[in-house]
């Protein structure tokens, strides 16, 4: 079974930062990507930024040259480096981990349980 455990969520002002981590563990495939996801009452979940196996990155237009996302731990751990927060940063912040089983081809992903990010004035 796959968990993935965040921490680093809380409360900051704007222009203040946060630094989230997940880390996962059980028995999963080496090919993977892990990534950040945020969700706001009443709106659809949407991707902050994600780093695939092989270190390439992508970001959301709104958080590119502010938020940072790096893997560690041989590639088990995550974390999220949040700079220059915005009162719009406010949200849920969910790890994900996903890939492709390589014998299927099938997709599969775990989610993390979410911690909360608030941005306030």
């Known amino acids: 079974q796959v968990q993935l455990v965040e921490s680093g969520g809380g409360s900051v002002q704007p222009g203040g930062s946060l630094r989230l981590s997940c880390a996962a563990s059980?028995?999963?495939?080496?090919?993977?990507?892990m990534g950040w996801y945020r969700q706001t009452q009443g709106e659809e979940r949407e991707k902050v930024a994600t780093?695939?196996?092989?270190?390439?990155?992508e970001y959301a237009d709104s958080v590119k040259g502010r938020f940072t996302i790096s893997r560690i731990s041989a590639g088990n751990s995550v974390t999220l480096q949040m700079n220059s927060l915005k009162s719009e940063d406010t949200a849920v912040y969910y790890c994900?981990?996903?890939?492709?089983?390589?014998?299927?081809?099938?997709?599969?992903?775990?989610w993390g349980q979410g911690t909360q990010v608030t941005v306030f004035s």
């Open positions: 780093i695939s196996n092989s270190g390439t990155t």
């Open positions: 059980g028995a999963f495939f080496s090919n993977y990507s």
């Open positions: 994900k981990l996903d890939g492709v089983l390589p014998q299927t081809g099938s997709d599969f992903w775990y």
